[in-house]
């Protein structure tokens, strides 16, 4: 069984940063790939970013070069830095990891952009 712990989120004004942060522990021998997904009220949830082993990096057109994400594998855990954040940022933000055998979501975490 793997778990996922994150910590961050939170109500920022348009403009600011908030860094998001996504801990598995459990059963965990690999990891294919970890990232972040988000869903904004009456919409679909959409990828954000990902970054899988031994591979590109991939940022959704709305936040590449504002949002940035890293990886710290001795950890198994993954990290978004928002920045520059847009009212269009709010959304539930949820952490992913694709193991082998299956994938992992994290629960939410709410992201607000507002003044």
């Known amino acids: 069984q793997v778990h996922l712990v994150k910590s961050g989120g939170g109500l920022v004004q348009p403009g600011g940063s908030l860094r998001l942060s996504c801990a598995a522990s459990g059963s965990i021998f690999s990891i294919r790939a970890m990232g972040w997904y988000r869903q904004a009220p009456g919409k679909q949830r959409e990828l954000v970013t990902l970054i899988p082993s031994g591979g590109n990096t991939n940022y959704a057109d709305s936040v590449k070069g504002r949002f940035s994400i890293s990886r710290d594998n001795a950890k198994n855990t993954v990290y978004l830095q928002m920045n520059s954040l847009k009212p269009e940022d709010t959304a539930v933000y949820y952490c992913?990891?694709?193991?082998?055998?299956?994938?992992?979501w994290g629960q939410g975490t709410q992201v607000t952009v507002s003044s």
């Open positions: 992913y990891f694709r193991l082998p055998l299956r994938d992992y």
